[in-house]
């Protein structure tokens, strides 16, 4: 029997000075860590060249990875009007270059994605990370969180998608199997599943 094919998730934690970004492979319900890391920008450079590189970056992860979707977070909106114009130019340039690409782009509120990832949306980066490292198989901690934030954005829409990170076949009824499914996030999963959550 053929497997059905992966699918590649790219997730976006935008910035000006420190974007982060993680590509997440999805393959018969089991999640899978391609790459996690972050583009530094210098904060000295003109905003217009530094909007150039995120463009350039992203449009380059997708020509190497080739996402399936393209998920974002969606910019704070904090009491700092010139930080909120920045990072919001940030984000867009990045959806621009997955347009671009054909990419389908969804975005999640950062509040959001703590209570997909954790349940909670008030969750700290440390938390958020905590429960990443019980999703996946990664190990030490990375030198910037905004790595770790992009990687959660991109379980987040998989989550969000109706999927969980395991087929809901592992449920013992065919009710909770559509509960699952129709919940589509991770505290579903682990009421049903809290026997293959290490930690739970």
């Not at 934690?13 to 530094?40: C, E, H, N, W």
């Not at 992009?150 to 909770?176: D, E, M, N, R, W």
């Amino acid at each position: 029997m053929l497997q059905n094919p992966p699918k590649i998730i790219l997730g976006i934690d935008p910035g000006t000075i420190v974007m982060g970004y993680g590509l997440l492979q999805v393959q018969a319900g089991r999640l899978s860590l391609l790459k996690m890391d972050v583009l530094k920008l210098n904060p000295k450079a003109d905003q217009h060249l530094r909007l150039e590189l995120i463009y350039r970056t992203v449009a380059e992860l997708i020509g190497t990875f080739r996402p399936d979707t393209f998920a974002i977070e969606a910019p704070f909106y904090g009491k700092n009007v010139q930080s909120m114009l920045k990072l919001g130019r940030a984000q867009g340039v990045a959806i621009a270059a997955a347009i671009q690409a054909g990419l389908e782009v969804c975005e999640y509120s950062p509040k959001k994605v703590k209570q997909s990832i954790t349940g909670n949306g008030n969750a700290d980066k440390e938390q958020v990370w905590q429960m990443l490292q019980r999703i996946l198989p990664i190990g030490e901690a990375p030198q910037y969180m905004d790595a770790s934030d992009a990687l959660a954005v991109a379980i987040c829409h998989h989550f969000q998608a109706g999927h969980p990170q395991l087929p809901a076949a592992t449920s013992k009824t065919g009710k909770g199997k559509k509960a699952a499914a129709k919940a589509g996030n991770w505290e579903a999963f682990v009421k049903l599943n809290a026997d293959r959550v290490r930690g739970v």
